[in-house]
């Protein structure tokens, strides 16, 4: 059997009773990307689909945890989708996003005037999911006096409306999410100690995308495949190269900034095959002029020093890159185009033919010597104008500046 549809885990029931819904068999690593959007092979990732498929079954409760951006709602959206409850409604609640005085009356629903504006009865949000699932995310932004409701729900399987007097029963599973560290919430009196243990039953964490970059090129290839799908597309895809820079990046907003930058690129740069040098002034890459800033003080030296010395080369690479261009530019006979505004009756035309004169490129002028007899010819065509120049040599401004100081020119 290949990879690609290896079996993970044997799916076990744990606690079957009588009457119980039969479960779906097993799933493929496949089955976890086209049933859930959860994409990776790396060890990390398949811990958590064993986690998975151990809990899905069940019903207890259970706490995914997390930065932001590594896919906490498509984990919970998988063990519904495993579990007894699936045909039943999965109810998604962003604690952080409901302002504090109308939280409860969102949860458990409220009585006809309970207060001003309550003109109706209204079902809450474990109402709607009575028979099915829950899903609190963000729940370490929820306020004290909600979190002692939702743990008699938890504990009781019941509750009362808000401005009601009638205890309602409902049949819920409850799946909670946060990026927090819920025990340093618990610390510093912001969390209730018994609901924290009542949620972390069980806990599934999800990896931070820097922390499994084996799994970057699947995620590419599906988030490519289906942008380009959606919005026909067509596009050259990416070299090994911008693939390994995409590994090498540290990616603080996880797979969501990922999946953002790859859309980004395939429109901006117009369906054109992406490489390294092409894809590095989309990431959020420091410049070497940065580089002196204080850094993090709880990471290893040696660890802060070969990313410095990475990104230095980085930087390196891609001016070598852009200086190969403005080279292959004037060894051609071909003139290229100048900015455009409008007023202007035609392109500007910059001519970067050889010349008679010893300014062509020879065989015994080094690099270094060709670089500063471009910039310098260059800045004299411009008058001295650096901005326009910076343009018209295809580098930044900054650049231009750095390699004036560099080579000592008189501008």
Not at 205 to 231: G, W, Y
Not at 357 to 380: F, H
Not at 395 to 404: A, F, M, N, P
């Amino acid at each position: 059997m290949s990879q690609d549809v290896e079996t993970i885990v044997d799916v076990k029931e744990i606690g079957t009773t009588a009457g119980r819904k039969e479960l779906p068999p097993a799933l493929t690593r496949r089955d976890f990307e086209s049933e859930f959007g959860l994409v990776g092979r790396s060890p990390a990732m398949l811990q958590v689909y064993e986690t998975i498929e151990q809990v899905a079954p069940t019903d207890i409760s259970v706490l995914i945890t997390g930065e932001s951006g590594t896919g906490k709602e498509l984990v919970a959206k998988a063990i519904h989708g495993l579990s007894r409850r699936r045909h039943k409604p999965l109810v998604t609640v962003n604690c952080g996003a409901i302002p504090e005085g109308i939280i409860e009356s969102e949860l458990f629903g409220h009585e006809k005037g309970a207060f001003t504006g309550a003109v109706s009865v209204r079902k809450g949000y474990f109402e709607a999911a009575d028979g099915g699932t829950i899903f609190l995310d963000e729940i370490g932004d929820m306020p004290l006096g909600t979190q002692v409701k939702v743990l008699r729900v938890l504990e009781g399987h019941e509750f009362m409306r808000v401005g009601g007097t009638e205890l309602r029963r409902v049949d819920v599973r409850v799946i909670a999410a946060t990026n927090r560290d819920l025990w340093q919430r618990v610390q510093e009196g912001e969390f209730r100690e018994d609901l924290y243990y009542r949620l972390n039953a069980v806990n599934i964490r999800m990896p931070a995308l820097r922390e499994h970059p084996e799994d970057i090129p699947l995620l590419v290839r599906k988030f490519t495949r289906d942008f380009c799908s959606a919005n026909k597309i067509e596009f050259e895809g990416f070299t090994d190269g911008a693939i390994r820079l995409m590994q090498e990046y540290p990616w603080p907003g996880n797979v969501r900034e990922l999946k953002n930058l790859v859309e980004k690129v395939i429109v901006l740069e117009r369906g054109k095959r992406v490489d390294e040098f092409r894809l590095a002034k989309y990431l959020q890459l420091p410049r070497l002029e940065e580089r002196s800033l204080p850094v993090h003080l709880n990471r290893p030296k040696d660890e802060v020093e070969r990313e410095f010395i990475y990104r230095a080369l980085l930087d390196l690479k891609s001016e070598i890159a852009q200086l190969r261009e403005l080279l292959l530019q004037r060894v051609a006979p071909v003139p290229s185009l100048g900015p455009w505004r409008p007023g202007s009756s035609a392109p500007e035309v910059i001519d970067v033919t050889p010349h008679a004169n010893g300014s062509a490129v020879e065989a015994d002028v080094t690099l270094q010597e060709m670089e500063k007899r471009l910039i310098e010819r260059t800045l004299e065509r411009y008058g001295g104008n650096k901005r326009r120049a910076a343009k018209a040599l295809g580098i930044s401004e900054r650049t231009l500046y750095r390699k004036i100081k560099e080579y000592n020119l008189p501008f």
